[in-house]
DNA sequence: AAACTTATTGGGCATTATGCTCAAAAGTCC
DNA sequence: GGACTTTTGAGCATAATGCCCAATAAGTTT
């Protein structure tokens, strides 16, 4: 079978106002125009097409340490007897945990999770350990951050 | 000494301003005024205040998954004697890899890779075994995403 | 309490951006 | 060539922005 990619195709062009997007996250539809060198009527109706798929997506994100939470770990964690409700639910009320993904290996989650400093990040994995599905975790901070989240080079080499 | 908070305290109004920004990202400030009733200008200005310092961080950001991508995976590996700037250098010309992070236990590198497809994966695992400065890797694939990344509950205690 | 600082408000106003429409020109596919 | 889609330029009413200013409200200091 041939490739048939499900998702709609982004061309060079929608991959150069995501760029752009990117670097400036506030850019109006006039000033992508004039930088692209298309017109407006396009930019526009690029966007709205992008709107309902991709741009679903491209929501803002704002890092935990900009609120105050210094530490940043991640988690792994196991879980009894495959990914039941309860224990999902319980997870998520804790407000410091920030992603939940379930991975392969042995039954394993892994969490991100913001805290305030070390001592807090102790209190929230006590919190997680109390819940009453999860039965082991090990905890790795975040010493320092050597690249942070990019897409930029994916995008670039889909526009060529 | 006192907390002597270097960062900028975010009060109710700020971290609600916040919310709002998230919950839709290409809210006007009329819009966000009439919303939270306050005046147009107090909207302004704390926004103001707010791109030197949190905003810089409320960056637009795209999901791998949006542009093909369709496989996550969390990847641990180790690098031989500190962290080199060469080993580093390497390893972020991987465009298919979207974040580093170092954290603790025995000099961790811990990475996000987005690749097209398992075999994709296997592929750019390889590239990265590649680097002189790598020792070995441990690679975890994403099965399910059961809490997408969110700052909503943090948000939401700032504002009481 | 009085003085002082800071934040919020309402008003105005010129400029810019948006949303929408339309018809012509340019490309693309078969 | 004909059919189709995309891009373009143009217009126009409405909405939003970026300033400015002075008055009021709120919170602090002495």
Redesign the interface.
Known sequence: MATS?S?RE?DGLDAEI?LA??ED?DATTVSLAQRLSVSRNTIQSRLQKLND??LE?????????????EV?A?MNASIRQG?DKQT?KA??EI???????????DA???L?I?ATSPEDLYRVNQLILDISGIVRTST????????????K??????TE
């Open positions: 990619r998702k982004l995501l997007l990117v996250p798929g991709v997506s491209f929501q803002r994100r704002i890092t935990p340490r900009a609120l105050g939470y940043t991640f990914y999902m997870l998520s407000p410091e945990i920030v992603e939940i993904y379930a991975t392969t290996g394993d989650l892994r991100t913001a790795a901070v975040v010493l320092r951050e050597f690249l942070g989240y990019r897409t080079p994916l995008l670039e080499r889909i």
